[in-house]
């Protein structure tokens, strides 16, 4: 069936560095992607979102971007803190499948000071 | 607002008990949903509810049940809990006019 993945399950960074998560999807229908970041013990909160129809989008040190033509997903974070230590998802979905999202596994991203 | 909370916290069930995880949303969603997070792994969804009296099965339903009487509430129901239920589950929630979900902070369930 189809599904989401991510390439790393870990990412270690030096604060102050950018970080590049990534994220493979496998239905080409899909119409939006969210990246979603969980911190230990919490839910996952909401960091941006992409439309198909967009390449790249930016919200305040995250820059996501969508690479349709390889079907993959990339979340960039600028000037990384230890405050971005956390597991990122990034979840897609696909309006002909009904009101669902579909997870990939997570990369946990460790800050090193 | 409370956004989307979930009761208990944490929960240990011996096998072949039941119990029911409460989650309840202030925001007036629509939709709701439960699912499950094993250790390491990515979010499957159990249940899902476009609206109050409609529910419908997600990736991973067996074992569960659930009910949405009210916009408000959205209780899943575990019979006859098993070892393989042992996980941590989340409610969450999403107005109808975009995709983003709201999650709850997760009940922890250890079934031994």
């Known amino acids: 069936g189809e599904s989401v993945g991510l390439h790393l399950p870990t990412l270690s960074v030096q604060e102050g560095d950018n970080s590049i998560i990534n994220c493979a999807y496998s239905?080409?229908?899909?119409?939006?992607f969210i990246w979603y970041k969980q911190e230990s013990g919490k839910g996952p909160q909401f960091i941006i979102d992409?439309?198909?129809?967009?390449d790249k989008r930016q919200g305040q040190r995250v820059t996501v971007l969508l690479n349709k033509t390889v079907k993959h997903l990339s979340l960039q974070i600028a000037a990384t803190q230890p405050g971005d230590s956390a597991v990122y998802f990034c979840a897609e979905n696909w309006t002909g499948g009904g009101n669902k999202l579909t997870f990939g596994t997570g990369t946990q991203l460790k800050v090193e000071l | 607002n409370a956004g989307v909370t979930q009761t208990p916290k944490f929960r240990i069930l011996k096998i072949g008990q039941s119990m029911t995880l409460q989650c309840t949303q202030d925001m007036n969603h629509n939709y709701m949903y439960w699912y499950r997070q094993d250790p390491g792994m990515g979010l499957k969804l159990i249940y899902y509810s476009v609206g109050a009296g409609i529910t419908d099965k997600g990736e991973v339903p067996n074992g569960y049940n659930v009910s949405r009487s009210t916009t408000e509430d959205f209780p899943l129901r575990l019979e006859l809990a098993a070892p393989s239920q042992t996980s941590v589950y989340f409610c969450?929630?999403?107005?109808?006019?975009?995709?983003?979900?709201?999650f709850g902070p997760g009940t922890r369930l250890t079934v031994t």
């Open positions: 992409i439309r198909s129809n967009m």
């Open positions: 239905n080409s229908a899909s119409d939006y």
């Open positions: 969450a929630t999403r107005a109808g006019t975009t995709y983003e979900q709201y």
